[in-house]
Protein backbone atom coordinates (compact mmCIF):
# COMPACT_ATOMS: atom_id res chain seq x y z
CA UNK A 1 0.00 0.00 0.00
CA UNK A 2 1.29 3.29 -0.90
CA UNK A 3 0.66 6.65 1.14
CA UNK A 4 1.06 10.36 1.04
CA UNK A 5 3.50 11.54 3.46
CA UNK A 6 3.90 15.62 4.75
CA UNK A 7 7.30 16.17 6.67
CA UNK A 8 7.28 18.80 8.74
CA UNK A 9 10.69 20.15 10.13
CA UNK A 10 12.69 23.07 10.34
CA UNK A 11 15.72 21.26 10.18
CA UNK A 12 17.03 20.42 5.94
CA UNK A 13 20.02 18.11 7.43
CA UNK A 14 16.19 16.01 8.67
CA UNK A 15 14.20 17.34 5.72
CA UNK A 16 16.79 15.51 3.53
CA UNK A 17 17.67 11.85 5.48
CA UNK A 18 13.72 11.81 6.55
CA UNK A 19 12.41 11.96 2.66
CA UNK A 20 15.60 9.70 1.56
CA UNK A 21 14.48 7.05 4.27
CA UNK A 22 10.68 7.24 3.70
CA UNK A 23 11.61 6.54 -0.49
CA UNK A 24 13.69 3.83 0.31
CA UNK A 25 10.77 1.85 2.21
CA UNK A 26 8.95 1.66 -1.25
CA UNK A 27 5.80 3.23 0.89
CA UNK A 28 5.30 6.77 -0.51
CA UNK A 29 3.33 7.31 -2.83
CA UNK A 30 4.21 11.38 -3.15
CA UNK A 31 6.35 12.93 -0.17
CA UNK A 32 5.69 16.91 1.06
CA UNK A 33 7.94 18.93 2.99
CA UNK A 34 7.04 21.85 5.03
CA UNK A 35 9.95 23.57 6.63
CA UNK A 36 7.76 25.42 9.28
CA UNK A 37 4.51 24.22 11.05
CA UNK A 38 2.57 27.44 10.07
CA UNK A 39 3.88 26.59 5.80
CA UNK A 40 2.19 23.63 6.56
CA UNK A 41 -0.84 24.69 8.00
CA UNK A 42 -1.24 26.69 4.76
CA UNK A 43 -0.87 23.75 2.78
CA UNK A 44 -3.60 21.56 4.65
CA UNK A 45 -6.21 24.36 4.38
CA UNK A 46 -5.58 24.56 0.29
CA UNK A 47 -5.90 20.76 0.52
CA UNK A 48 -8.81 20.96 2.27
CA UNK A 49 -10.17 24.08 0.36
CA UNK A 50 -9.43 22.02 -3.00
CA UNK A 51 -11.51 18.73 -1.18
CA UNK A 52 -8.21 16.96 -1.48
CA UNK A 53 -7.63 14.10 1.27
CA UNK A 54 -5.00 14.92 3.83
CA UNK A 55 -1.54 13.41 3.96
CA UNK A 56 -2.04 9.38 5.55
CA UNK A 57 1.64 9.72 7.74
CA UNK A 58 2.75 12.50 8.81
CA UNK A 59 6.14 12.96 10.25
CA UNK A 60 6.10 16.09 12.96
CA UNK A 61 8.97 17.68 14.38
CA UNK A 62 8.20 18.92 18.02
CA UNK A 63 10.52 21.66 18.78
CA UNK A 64 10.78 24.79 15.75
CA UNK A 65 11.02 28.26 15.56
CA UNK A 66 8.04 30.81 15.94
CA UNK A 67 5.08 27.65 16.30
CA UNK A 68 6.07 24.10 17.87
CA UNK A 69 5.09 20.93 17.12
CA UNK A 70 1.97 21.20 19.93
CA UNK A 71 0.76 24.04 18.98
CA UNK A 72 0.58 23.07 15.60
CA UNK A 73 -1.24 19.67 16.55
CA UNK A 74 -3.97 22.00 18.74
CA UNK A 75 -4.43 24.20 15.29
CA UNK A 76 -4.29 20.78 13.03
CA UNK A 77 -7.44 19.42 15.38
CA UNK A 78 -9.42 22.33 14.16
CA UNK A 79 -10.05 20.94 11.10
CA UNK A 80 -13.11 18.83 10.62
CA UNK A 81 -12.91 15.20 11.60
CA UNK A 82 -14.00 13.72 8.73
CA UNK A 83 -10.84 15.42 6.85
CA UNK A 84 -8.02 14.82 9.67
CA UNK A 85 -9.22 10.99 10.45
CA UNK A 86 -7.62 9.85 7.58
CA UNK A 87 -3.93 11.29 9.12
CA UNK A 88 -1.70 9.26 11.23
CA UNK A 89 0.59 11.70 12.77
CA UNK A 90 3.70 10.50 14.21
CA UNK A 91 6.51 12.75 16.59
CA UNK A 92 10.01 12.87 15.49
CA UNK A 93 12.31 15.01 17.83
CA UNK A 94 15.17 14.44 19.86
CA UNK A 95 13.86 15.71 23.47
CA UNK A 96 13.59 13.22 25.74
CA UNK A 97 11.32 15.27 28.28
CA UNK A 98 8.62 13.04 29.15
CA UNK A 99 6.00 15.84 29.87
CA UNK A 100 7.04 16.17 25.57
CA UNK A 101 5.94 13.10 25.12
CA UNK A 102 3.02 12.74 26.93
CA UNK A 103 1.43 16.43 25.64
CA UNK A 104 1.87 14.77 22.45
CA UNK A 105 0.44 11.65 22.51
CA UNK A 106 -3.01 13.04 23.92
CA UNK A 107 -3.88 14.10 20.54
CA UNK A 108 -5.84 11.61 19.16
CA UNK A 109 -4.40 11.05 15.99
CA UNK A 110 -0.41 11.17 16.85
CA UNK A 111 0.24 7.60 16.85
CA UNK A 112 3.42 7.34 18.45
CA UNK A 113 6.93 9.84 19.62
CA UNK A 114 10.04 9.00 17.72
CA UNK A 115 13.29 9.80 18.46
CA UNK A 116 15.39 11.58 15.91
CA UNK A 117 17.22 10.23 13.51
CA UNK A 118 14.04 8.27 12.14
CA UNK A 119 14.87 4.61 10.97
CA UNK A 120 13.82 2.99 7.96
CA UNK A 121 12.84 -0.15 10.22
CA UNK A 122 10.39 1.87 12.23
CA UNK A 123 9.20 3.61 9.42
CA UNK A 124 8.47 -0.18 7.87
CA UNK A 125 6.44 -1.32 10.60
CA UNK A 126 4.61 1.87 10.96
CA UNK A 127 3.51 1.29 7.46
CA UNK A 128 2.98 -2.30 7.82
CA UNK A 129 0.39 -1.44 10.89
CA UNK A 130 -1.24 1.19 9.04
CA UNK A 131 -1.94 -1.42 6.00
CA UNK A 132 -3.53 -3.66 8.50
CA UNK A 133 -5.69 -1.45 9.63
CA UNK A 134 -7.20 -0.52 6.28
Do not use: W
Amino acid sequence: MLFDFLLIDDDPIFNFLNEKIVSETGFAKAITIQVSAEEALVYLNKLQEKGSPFPTILLLDLRMPSMNGIEFLALFHQFPEETIKQTHIYMLSSSLNENDRNKTLSFKNVRAFLSKPLMIEQLEELCKKISEEK
